[in-house]
């Protein structure tokens, strides 16, 4: 086996052990539930790893995050065009009660529920992830200019919600997932 590439049950063995719980979160923000984080992160190892091929440890991550990211906007997608037309095949919705939010943690999700998908989507990948507008541009498919306007949009959203948000930096903890920090 060389030692740059290896069989693909490996490398996902490796992925899975150690960079599992930075998925997880990644997927958190995304979703805004720990349940659809873990099963939209299997899902994207699935996606990623069902061919069987041989990959490079050191580059399997980003692929996993970008299909992540897009099997998340997806299911929105469906989720959305289902709440469209289920009205006609179904009676008696159900409503759920508005839950307590505590904590910084929870008012930073649900203000990131509040946000179009492709808004979240560009506010995870700019503050979580800490790409630049062109690097989101080029995982989206997207405009700059396009990116660029979904973050103001965003990002004022976000502000009328929690109040200023500060720049992102390079040493701060963005997510703190269980304690540990990153």
């Not at 063995?13 to 299997?42: M, N, P």
């Not at 050191?58 to 065009?81: H, N």
């Not at 649900?110 to 990948?125: E, Y």
Request: hydrophobic residues 40%; contains cysteine; aromatic residues 6%.
């Amino acid at each position: 086996m060389d030692g740059q590439r290896q069989r693909s049950d490996d490398v996902m063995a490796v992925l899975a052990s150690e960079r599992g719980a930075a998925l997880t979160a990644y997927a958190y923000l995304l979703t805004g539930d720990l349940r659809d984080a873990e099963d939209l992160v299997q899902d994207a190892l699935v996606k990623t790893f069902v061919r069987g091929r041989s990959l490079e440890i050191s580059s399997v991550e980003g692929y996993v995050r970008t299909a992540i990211l897009t099997t998340w906007i997806d299911t929105y997608r469906r989720r959305r065009q289902w709440l469209r037309v289920r009205h006609l095949m179904v009676r008696g919705e159900r409503q759920e009660g508005p839950a307590d939010e505590v904590g910084a943690r929870n008012d930073v999700r649900a203000a990131l529920h509040l946000l179009a998908p492709q808004q979240r989507a560009c506010v995870v990948l700019r503050y979580y992830d800490d790409l630049t507008v062109a690097e989101i541009a080029d995982r989206m498919g997207l405009a700059d200019g396009t990116v660029k306007r979904y973050l103001s949009l965003a990002v004022g959203r976000l502000e009328t919600l929690l109040g200023p948000l500060a720049p992102p930096l390079a040493d701060r903890t963005v997510l703190v997932n269980g304690g540990d920090e990153r």
